[in-house]
């Protein structure tokens, strides 16, 4: 009996001991943890350009669920294509963030990326980050450079970026490279090229242009830049469209041949400028010559009253005195001068005909029906297109969108007094195309006139003169 009752008082115990642990409150312990294998694909490292390199230093990875954070920091090295794969365990469950960041042994981001994942208990997740560098490379390639050319430079956001002088080349095979690093993407740059070269013992700006670019990272973006002359003169020469790539591969390349300026010496040596304007190739200054192609000398005349009786050739500075700017407004020919078989044009160069000054206004948008018209102002704003954009009076420059510059050189009166008059007001021009006996035809401009006249003068006057290339 007494053992029989020892017995069940030790089976109530083990009852008791049993209930107490299942109602109790506390959770059971279990694993939870999984891991993530990591492959980030670094693109675009090293080998932005031809011509430079970025040297990788350091990949930093952060991994976070919002309590808790893993950094982590491999090193890597420059070249076109990194993978780093790594694995991380221990990773409780739920979702998390990574974050990857590279960056250049100058500890600037090169690239920079996130993802997010979600760790499964006991499982393994794959994720894969591909990170572009957030930079590209660009490199200019001048191709053809005219043998003018011998300095170019390259612009990002008004900055100069790079600057390259070379001894000045001939032939289309010419070619010069500019590099600049860290062009970031995603935002706008303005990408100026700019190429100087000597002329006249200085150096000029010769040709110009630029463009705004967007460069979207990892992919190749094209643009188009239009390099135009100016020379120093300020004269359009045409433009040379020029293809150019940014991107990864980190090419720019000038597919245009730079277009080499006219210049024309006179026989006393004097340099003129040019513009080409349609088919035709003019001055973009007034002719100043004292000598014809053979060497003679023009007849130089002062006296107003010996002036107003020529009926042969001759030539004069307005009012008598070099100080009036002949650099500038040049000098004045009677058309017996402009007509004497001595010829007063540079080699390769003569005094353009009535037709030719009509070929030029057409050029600009006026009609061969304007054109024709005679002793009238004719046209709409060509006169305007022609006028230089500084120096004609009470402020009526015109825009010189063609290039020629042409300036108020004022006259000399024909055969009545030999006076002078209107420099500053108008400009007359001389063709080689008589209009009737004792009269030429010539073409005029005046400060308050958009428009071109076409007229005719007495022989005897004094007019400028513009040259057009044969």
């Known amino acids: 009996m007494q053992n029989t009752r020892a017995s069940i008082l030790a089976m109530g115990a083990i009852l008791m001991l049993v209930q107490g ?60 294509q990194t993978i780093v794969s790594n694995s991380y365990t221990d990773l409780v469950e739920g979702s ?68 390259s002088s070379f001894e000045a080349q001939s032939g289309v095979g010419s070619t010069l490279s500019l590099s600049y690093d860290y062009l970031s993407t995603g935002v706008e740059h303005n990408i100026k090229l700019d190429a100087y070269g000597d002329m ?148 390769g160069w003569h005094v353009p005909t009535d037709d030719e000054w009509k070929e030029l206004e057409m050029a600009l948008g006026m009609s061969q029906e304007q054109a024709d018209q005679g002793s009238s102002w004719r046209g709409t704003d060509e006169g305007d297109k022609l006028k230089s954009t500084s120096g004609w009076y009470n402020g009526g420059n015109g825009n010189n969108s063609s290039g020629f510059t042409a300036l108020p050189g004022g006259y000399r009166y024909d055969g009545t007094t030999g006076d002078y008059g209107n420099i500053t007001i108008s400009g007359y021009f001389w063709t080689a195309t008589e209009s009737s006996s004792g009269y030429g035809w010539n073409h005029t401009l005046i400060y308050s006139e958009s428009r071109i006249s076409r007229g005719f003068a007495f022989k005897k006057s004094g007019h400028s003169v513009r040259c057009v290339k044969d």
């Open 200 to 347: 006249w013992g200085a150096e000029y700006l010769l040709y110009t242009g630029d463009t705004t670019v967007t460069v979207i990272a990892g992919a190749d973006n094209n643009y188009t830049i239009n390099l135009v002359w100016v020379g120093p003169n300020e004269v359009p020469l045409g433009t040379a469209a020029v293809e150019i790539t940014i991107g990864p591969t980190g090419t720019q390349t000038v597919t245009g041949d730079f277009q080499s300026p006219v210049i024309v010496t006179d026989i006393d040596g004097n340099v003129y400028s040019t513009v080409i304007i349609g088919t035709q190739t003019w001055m973009a200054e007034n002719l100043k010559v004292t000598r014809y192609r053979d060497g003679t000398e023009v007849t130089h005349v002062t006296d107003n009253a010996a002036w107003a009786n020529l009926t042969t050739e001759a030539y004069c500075i307005y009012s008598n005195n070099a100080e009036n700017e002949v650099d500038t407004y040049g000098a004045l020919y009677n058309w017996y001068a402009l007509n004497d078989s001595r010829n007063i044009a540079p080699e």
């Open 96 to 163: 998390w963030s990574v974050k990857a960041e590279s960056r250049d042994v100058n500890d600037i981001v090169i690239h920079s990326d996130s993802t997010t994942f979600t760790v499964v208990p006991t499982n393994t997740v794959d994720v894969s980050l591909s990170l572009t560098s957030k930079y590209s490379m660009l490199v200019a390639n001048f191709v053809g450079i005219a043998d003018s050319v011998s300095r170019c430079e390259l612009l990002v956001d008004a900055a100069l970026v790079a600057d």
């Open 21 to 80: 642990c299942n109602n109790s409150t506390e959770p059971l312990a279990i694993t939870t943890l999984g891991e993530v294998n990591l492959s980030i694909h670094l693109s675009n490292v090293g080998s932005l350009s031809k011509a430079a390199t970025i040297d990788l230093e350091n990949l930093y990875i952060e991994l976070n669920n919002g309590v808790a954070t893993v950094r982590d920091t491999v090193a890597v090295s420059g070249n076109s």
